[in-house]
């Protein structure tokens, strides 16, 4: 996984736990227990998603069967009466599912998470096909990336693109993915520009700069770059 920006398929899990849209209720339960997952895509054909099935889609039989013995309680709203009455797979599931391409870079499905509010996306092909699964752990693993490499990356791509000519005197280091930026540099209103683009470095955790304007001379005179 080198370079920027980082893509769904570089994080994403290959083998992934999925039923068909005919898995009775137990089955699906017991799936979830044996593989230790909280949802699943639901495929048909030969492979093609057409929702997901979630603890979430599963839990309304349980209470609308506590519910039936306490009317006192709000009544449940329609579609989750509707999934506490379901025996399939295809009448549990959420759909259309919320899916993701390999293509999309891993800031385009956090913000998908974020937005639709779920925790996993399945990822499909331009058909709809399942190629793997990604998940909110998936997404963290770009912080795992070595600090050397962060570092490499930073120098190549921000301090040779921004200071030119001062590139030699401005010091990348990197710790547990927190960058430091230190030197002397001709213009300092770049510095704010350099944080950004820092920032936007897959891994990068923090960043803290330590850049300041190039030293005069004694007699007052600026030196430049060349």
């Given at each position: 996984?080198?370079?920027t920006?980082?893509?769904?398929s570089?994080v994403?899990t290959?083998t992934?736990?999925?039923v068909g849209?005919?898995a009775?209720?137990?089955?699906i339960?017991r799936t979830m227990?044996?593989w230790?997952v909280?949802?699943?895509?639901?495929?048909e054909?030969?492979?093609?998603v057409?929702?997901?099935v979630?603890?979430a889609?599963?839990?309304p039989k349980?209470?609308?069967?506590y519910?039936e013995?306490?009317?006192?309680?709000?009544?449940?709203r329609?579609?989750?009466?509707?999934?506490?009455g379901?025996?399939?797979?295809?009448e549990?599931?959420?759909t259309?599912a919320?899916t993701v391409?390999p293509?999309?870079?891993?800031?385009?499905?956090?913000?998908?998470m974020a937005?639709?509010?779920v925790?996993?996306?399945p990822?499909?092909d331009g058909?709809?096909?399942l190629q793997?699964?990604?998940s909110?752990?998936?997404?963290?693993?770009v912080f795992l990336?070595?600090?050397a490499?962060?570092a490499?990356?930073?120098?190549?791509?921000?301090?040779?693109?921004?200071f030119?000519?001062?590139?030699?005197a401005v010091?990348?280091?990197?710790?547990?993915g927190v960058v430091t930026l230190?030197?002397?540099?001709h213009?300092?209103?770049?510095i704010s520009v350099?944080v950004?683009?820092?920032r936007a470095v897959?891994?990068v955790?923090?960043?803290?700069?330590?850049?300041t304007?190039?030293?005069?001379?004694?007699?007052?005179?600026r030196t430049t770059g060349?």
């Amino acid at each position: 996984m080198n370079g920027t920006p980082y893509t769904v398929s570089d994080v994403m899990t290959q083998t992934v736990v999925a039923v068909g849209r005919d898995a009775p209720f137990k089955d699906i339960v017991r799936t979830m227990e044996q593989w230790k997952v909280s949802a699943m895509p639901v495929l048909e054909g030969e492979g093609r998603v057409i929702g997901v099935v979630s603890e979430a889609d599963l839990l309304p039989k349980e209470e609308f069967r506590y519910e039936e013995q306490d009317l006192s309680r709000q009544r449940l709203r329609l579609d989750d009466t509707a999934k506490a009455g379901a025996t399939r797979a295809a009448e549990l599931m959420s759909t259309p599912a919320v899916t993701v391409h390999p293509d999309a870079t891993v800031a385009q499905a956090a913000r998908i998470m974020a937005v639709r509010h779920v925790k996993r996306l399945p990822v499909v092909d331009g058909i709809g096909m399942l190629q793997g699964i990604v998940s909110r752990a998936d997404l963290l693993k770009v912080f795992l990336r070595p600090d050397a490499e962060i570092a490499d990356e930073v120098r190549r791509t921000v301090v040779s693109y921004l200071f030119p000519s001062f590139s030699h005197a401005v010091h990348v280091n990197v710790s547990e993915g927190v960058v430091t930026l230190r030197g002397h540099i001709h213009d300092t209103s770049l510095i704010s520009v350099a944080v950004r683009l820092v920032r936007a470095v897959e891994g990068v955790v923090d960043v803290e700069p330590q850049l300041t304007g190039e030293p005069k001379p004694a007699d007052g005179t600026r030196t430049t770059g060349s």
